[in-house]
């Protein structure tokens, strides 16, 4: 297997491309998961939620990395997989000018993350199954604003 390739960015900014994973799940098992996380959500969305409620301390170094980074501004987000939105949160604080995608397969949790308000200056929260769906289409066919 080979390492991840590292690097800076022209922009300083750090990355890391890991090599593509081998031994994917065969499609009956992905979409069996599937079915049971969407199954999961639907019944345990509050209290799941609630459990994720405060920034995850991982987030920091990020959020140091993205002030050091000179980044363009209105920083913009694409959040796939947000759940109750509580990262989008975490990054309007320090970039109140965010624009902020956020997608999510559960509907609950969406509800949850709309209940908090608006995510920066401009937020859009949009149901997406990126098992069922293909998200390259989505986003390619600006069904997202």
Wanted: hydrophobic residues 40%; negative net charge; aromatic residues 6%.
């Amino acid at each position: 297997m080979r390492a991840p390739a590292t690097g800076t960015s022209p922009a300083g900014v750090g990355y890391c491309i890991a090599p593509p994973r081998t031994g994917a799940l065969d499609e009956p098992t992905l979409r069996a998961l599937n079915a049971i996380n969407r199954a999961f959500y639907r019944e345990a969305a509050a209290e799941f939620s609630a459990t994720r409620d405060h920034p995850w301390p991982g987030w920091t170094p990020l959020a140091e990395l993205v002030d050091a980074a000179s980044l363009p501004t209105p920083l913009r987000v694409l959040d796939v997989g947000c759940g109750n939105g509580r990262f989008g949160c975490f990054l309007a604080e320090a970039q109140p000018e965010l624009r902020y995608l956020g997608l999510d397969a559960s509907a609950e949790l969406l509800a949850i993350a709309r209940s908090r308000g608006p995510i920066g200056a401009a937020s859009e929260l949009h149901q997406l199954d990126v098992v069922e769906e293909d998200l390259d289409a989505c986003l390619t066919e600006r069904r997202f604003s």
